[in-house]
């Protein structure tokens, strides 16, 4: 267990009290409660901006949360292919992402992902999420290719091209740190 000055000193003023309430309220296994727009309140902060938060590879709570993040997107009750952070209550700009257009799929985390530029070019793909159960629908809105900004852990920032399915991930997660859902972009 940690002090609270030593998350103080750590954090960086990355989460707030409650936050890190939530967020310690577990190890790095435990998986953290999806939240679903069937219930008001979690419904009102999935339609939240999120925050930008400090790449730091020693802030234990920024740490825990991502491996927390991490295990909750791999659940067996969850499995899915991404997840952003305000999913789970945590109104900060940070996502995971299953990399289909890598050798073994690997999930990867981003902080303060940023779509810098979209293809003209689009795709027509099924999506379903974790805060909207029993449901998928068929959208033809997202980009084929896109250009990616962002923070990585360990402080380095990296811009990337990104296409195919995993595209449509990023676009779906980004839109989630911005308050978007997928049932936005159906007419």
């Not at 008001?40 to 590879?57: G, H, W």
């Not at 659940?75 to 700009?93: E, N, T, Y």
């Not at 033809?140 to 923070?151: F, H, K, Q, V």
């Amino acid at each position: 267990m940690y002090s609270c000055s030593s998350h103080k000193r750590a954090n960086k003023n990355n989460f707030s009290k409650e936050q890190v309430s939530l967020i310690m309220n577990g190890d790095s296994l435990k998986p953290m409660p999806v939240f679903k727009i069937t219930k008001k309140s979690d419904s009102l902060l999935l339609r939240s901006k999120s925050k930008s938060v400090t790449a730091n590879p020693d802030d234990i709570v920024l740490k825990n949360f991502v491996q927390r993040l991490y295990s909750t997107v791999r659940d067996s009750m969850s499995m899915g292919v991404g997840i952003a952070a305000p999913q789970v209550g945590i109104l900060k700009k940070i996502i995971w992402v299953q990399r289909f257009d890598k050798e073994d799929l690997p999930f990867e985390v981003y902080l303060n992902p940023k779509i810098i530029k979209y293809s003209k070019k689009k795709q027509q793909c099924r999506e379903g999420c974790l805060s909207i159960p029993n449901r998928s629908d068929t959208l033809n809105t997202r980009s084929y290719e896109i250009l990616i900004a962002y923070d990585q852990m360990d402080t380095t920032h990296k811009t990337e091209k990104i296409k195919g399915f995993t595209a449509v991930i990023f676009q779906h997660e980004i839109d989630h740190l911005n308050g978007i859902l997928y049932l936005d972009y159906l007419e």
